[in-house]
């Protein structure tokens, strides 16, 4: 009797453990306070042991390139549209007012986005850039940061959004 | 004792039959981008097997007004605001540039909202559009797409999202 | 054998109801049209039985700013942010137009964003003031309103968001 009253238990253990507490982040918005949201609940959910992975698309693809780095595509609409949507993670906008706030983060000494996506990738924060959007964007893989984990599309995101329990949309 | 065995893990089987991997995507915003990505992950998911409901609320309905239809309202304010905020799913603006995404699209042949939204439909994607605003925007029944699966509210789409295990906010 | 039959129903019917339905909500924009959606499917989860968790920060902090209330931020530069990012649930812009929607709501006696904030706290929806981006705008305690449930950063929205069924960012 023992072992029956056991069995449905352990079931449920396991039930619990194949749905682990999963984290995921579409960011599709490039602006800066959007950007800090993400990872500020990014680097929040890994220290606090959930398995957390962000999707990079569209502008929010820009949070991921280098600095400075220039589209290497070969059309030119798509190297124009690449230079006029600069990236780089200090140089995203704010989506109302940039005065002031950045300002207020240097003094009261409050991560940037920067220092906040090199926690995330310390803390194993999965990093996905959608390679859908990033040909729309005129975004080659050269001019991204290193520590993408990923590159690939809308099924990869499903398949681990899926067996999340928070699945945000930024 | 065998019976007993199996018993747990038909009843964990139901729960998770009863809880199958629904999406629910609503989409407020009715910038290009946005709609895209809402549209690219509804078809997605519905190729994937996943059971989609799109609920379409404020400027979101403007995906699925019928391309030149005008507003029927009878009031003046609610007929001029339908008219300003013109809709169909080919007359979206980008969140930010509009400029080269378009060309870029057509240029490799990417689908665009319209063709996205017409899979979404052949895939059973459900479409549900929103009452409580469609009042707000000056947006009539028939001045929609075919295809609109109901016309409700809040509470249909909660009563989705709660079954839902992917549920985002556009 | 009944006993064991019933174990794992039991078990199963524990299960369910450590995952209660909760609904969380990250209202981080400033927009008079999502701050509807927000509290619209606020007030109708809360109405439905669900429990609901509203998390505010950024933008989003302004809709629960007392009206009127000034920045008691002591530096100068905080204080000016505060000064220029004027609060309260009434003078929200809207994310398009601003022209006609309000006329609208009020010709059709529809609830606006501080009737329905009233019905959230009524029907005890949890109020959240996230502390990390208070400081960020300039805002302080005591000028927002009464009714505040928590003072708190992302560790709190997580650990609740991660019991939830519906987690959304708005």
Known sequence: MIATQIEPMTALAQLQESKPDRVTIVLLSGDLDKAMAAFIIATGAAAMGMRVTMFFTFWGLNTIRRRGARSSAKDWLRRMFGLLNRGGADTLPLSRFHFGMQTVMKQNRMPGVPELMQTALELDVRFIACTTTMGLMGIT???????????????????????GSVNLFI
Chains 1, 2, 3 share one sequence.
């Open 141 to 163: 893989k050269d001019t991204l940061i290193d520590g993408i984990d990923q590159f690939a599309g809308v099924t990869t995101y499903l398949a681990e959004a899926k067996q």
